[in-house]
């Protein structure tokens, strides 16, 4: 593929970007950052935003121009500190609305997670430093007795090859961490490898994790249609 070339100058007619594409664009990036140690390129966003590359090359001159990202010579997109900054805090806010949408609200993972992707945008800080209170908390008995009579089966009951999505992430302490990683209520994933320890390894948005036994278990999935 030949490399996307950018134009170091700002367009004086360029229309500026919306706040919530800007923030789709961070978050975006964050995601991916997470997910792989090599830099997320032009291409990567353009998949994971489901957009033509071209698509793009406006809206990343003026957030390079503004300083939230640094565009490399072999397509590459470096996020600065305040991007990143940004994008941290836009991926945590869809994480606990998910969450809260699925797990409290009752609603489908795939659509709380849509519903998230609207409200993320113009919930407050204080509305969100909230919910993400509550849903840390931890879950009463009730609700882990309500998820085995449902039996829901987790990561660890499917073989090699199979595409999931995820319904639920009930790990006591690290669940912030599997959001950071993309493995959210309403995500889809696929398990690429299984280990005798019953340890995991699953795709997530075109990135390999690797998953312990205890972590798999803590998620719940159900088969992609």
């Known amino acids: 593929m030949v490399p996307y070339k950018f134009s170091n100058n700002v367009f004086p007619n360029i229309m500026i970007m919306s706040i919530s594409t800007r923030e789709d664009y ?4 964050c995601v991916l950052s997470r997910n792989s140690p090599q ?3 032009v291409s990567d966003l353009a998949a994971y935003l489901s957009l033509d590359a071209s698509d793009l090359q406006e809206n990343l001159i003026q957030m390079e121009h503004d300083g939230d990202i640094q565009l490399l010579p072999d397509e590459g997109i470096r996020l600065t ?4 900054q940004a994008g941290t805090r836009v991926m945590k806010k869809h994480q606990v609305l998910a969450r809260f949408l699925s797990e409290v609200l009752g609603m489908d993972p795939g659509a709380a997670s849509d519903e998230a992707c609207i409200l993320e945008h113009d919930i407050s800080d204080e509305t969100y430093e909230r919910l993400d209170r509550y849903v840390r908390r931890p879950r009463r008995r009730g609700h882990r007795m309500h998820m085995g009579r449902l039996n829901i089966p987790t990561l ?7 595409d999931l999505k995820v319904l639920s992430v ?3 302490g690290g669940c912030e961490r599997l959001s950071d990683m993309g493995i959210i209520p309403g995500e ?6 299984t280990l005798n320890n019953k340890a995991v ?4 948005k075109g990135c390999d994790i690797a998953l312990s036994s205890e972590v798999a278990s803590c998620i719940f999935v159900e088969k992609a249609e």
């Open 81 to 84: 500190g305040k991007g990143l």
């Open 39 to 41: 830099l997320p390129t």
């Open 201 to 204: 390894v699953i795709q997530v």
């Open 170 to 172: 009930r790990c006591p």
């Open 188 to 193: 889809r994933i696929k398990i690429i490898h």
């Open 26 to 29: 961070l978050e975006a990036l």
């Open 156 to 162: 660890i009951q499917f073989p090699e090859g199979t």
